[in-house]
Nanobody
Framework: QLQLVESGGGLVQAGGSLRLSCAAS????????MAWFRQAPGKERKFVAA????????YDTDSVKGRFTISRDDAKNTVYLQMNSLKPEDTAVYYCAATYGGTLSSLPRFYDYWGQGTQVTVSS
């Protein structure tokens, strides 16, 4: 069983930066495609970014292109989401997810493991 724990969320002003971390335990994270999703109050969970097993390919949603970067350090069993030029509309709970499948999917149903989430609040 893979366990995921997110950290690094907080309150930041618009234009600022945060780096989220997702620490995996229980199994080797390098066996999994990893992703970040986010969920704003009253809204459905939405895809942010994904990274393949060896870190050679990434996929992110249009609204974060050029601002967010997903990366992984399998020696530390950790996946990161570097978020720059933050906007108030980025405010949400951010979730880390993992799947043993090979596809960089944007659909939550393809992911088997989820963390508890970390709150990101961007003030205007």
């Amino acid at each position: 069983q893979l366990q995921l724990v997110e950290s690094g969320g907080g309150l930041v002003q618009a234009g600022g930066s945060l780096r989220l971390s997702c620490a995996a335990s229980g199994r080797t994270s390098s066996s999994y495609v990893m992703a970040w999703f986010r969920q704003a109050p009253g809204k459905e969970r939405k895809f942010v970014a994904a990274i393949n097993r060896d870190g050679s390919r990434t996929y992110d949603t249009d609204s974060v292109k050029g601002r967010f970067t997903i990366s992984r350090d399998d020696a530390k069993n950790t996946v990161y989401l570097q978020m720059n030029s933050l906007k108030p509309e980025d405010t949400a709970v951010y979730y880390c997810a993992a799947t043993y499948g090979g596809t960089l999917s944007s659909l939550p149903r393809f992911y088997d493991y989820w963390g508890q989430g970390t709150q990101v609040t961007v003030s205007s």
